[in-house]
């Protein structure tokens, strides 16, 4: 059965601090897929980042980054040089890759204050 | 703006009756997701649509049903609603036309409150 863990429930940050969101998975397929969400103070599910998991290689995208280790079924997501428009709640699901649907994690609520 | 849309953007309704919401998927998008979003049980698949027809049932109660019609926008119907369906319903798009999984994109949500 798949699953995501985000056992971070909340998380507060001064403006300017680094910050890693935790996200550990569960699956029995070889092939599967991982995302991570943004969900804002107005509701929305943004994209953020999708990855395979025949593809390790760590991505950066300006200030975010993420960082997949299939060895400890992570796939932790960084923000360097937190800003307060990056409050809001994360989420990171998991696809398998015979399956339509994306499981998600219960999300993580980012506070940066100013 | 994901190119998701959903109408009504805000649903107040008493229990016992019946609603409908809408989702139009991104232009060039065959599949379409319904998820909830509760404070209890998180962000849930409900069902997916292809094209037309059903592809992927998730925990979707009998009560609820949904459909995708030849222009691909589908509609999400919740009948004899209770207390406990108050949730935010996301409806997702993908293109989906080949064996790699594509990404959902969500549209902005319909905020239903069951009074």
């Known amino acids: 059965a798949q699953k995501v863990t985000q056992a971070q429930t909340e998380i507060s940050v001064v403006e300017k601090e680094d910050v890693t969101l935790d996200c550990v998975y569960e699956?029995?397929?070889?092939?599967?897929?991982l995302f991570w969400y943004k969900q804002p103070p107005s509701g929305e599910l943004v994209f953020l980042i999708r990855?395979?998991?025949?593809?390790?290689q760590n991505e950066i995208s300006g200030r975010y980054s993420w960082n997949f280790q299939k060895s400890t079924s992570s796939f932790n997501f960084t923000i360097t040089a937190s800003q307060v428009v990056d409050s809001a709640v994360y989420f990171c699901?998991?696809?398998?890759?015979?399956?339509?649907?994306?499981?998600f994690g219960k999300g993580t609520k980012l506070t940066v204050n100013p | 703006d994901s190119g998701v849309t959903q109408t009504p953007k805000h649903l107040i309704t008493a229990t016992g009756q019946r609603v409908t919401l809408r989702c139009s998927p991104r232009?060039?998008?065959?599949?379409v997701y319904w998820y909830q979003q509760s404070l209890d049980q998180g962000l849930q698949f409900l069902i997916q649509?292809?094209?037309?027809?059903?592809?992927a049932k998730g925990n979707i109660l009998e009560r609820f049903s949904a459909q995708q019609f030849p222009d691909l926008h589908s509609e999400l119907n919740l009948s004899s609603l209770e207390l406990g369906d108050s949730a935010l319903y996301f409806c997702?798009?993908?293109?989906?036309?080949?064996?790699?999984?594509?990404?959902?994109?969500f549209g902005p949500g319909t905020r239903l409150t069951v009074l």
């Open positions: 990855r395979n998991s025949f593809d390790e």
């Open positions: 699956t029995r397929d070889t092939t599967y897929y």
């Open positions: 997702a798009s993908s293109v989906d036309l080949g064996p790699i999984k594509d990404t959902q994109y």
């Open positions: 699901a998991l696809s398998e890759g015979g399956s339509e649907k994306l499981v």
């Open positions: 649509y292809y094209n037309g027809e059903e592809r």
């Open positions: 232009s060039g998008d065959l599949s």
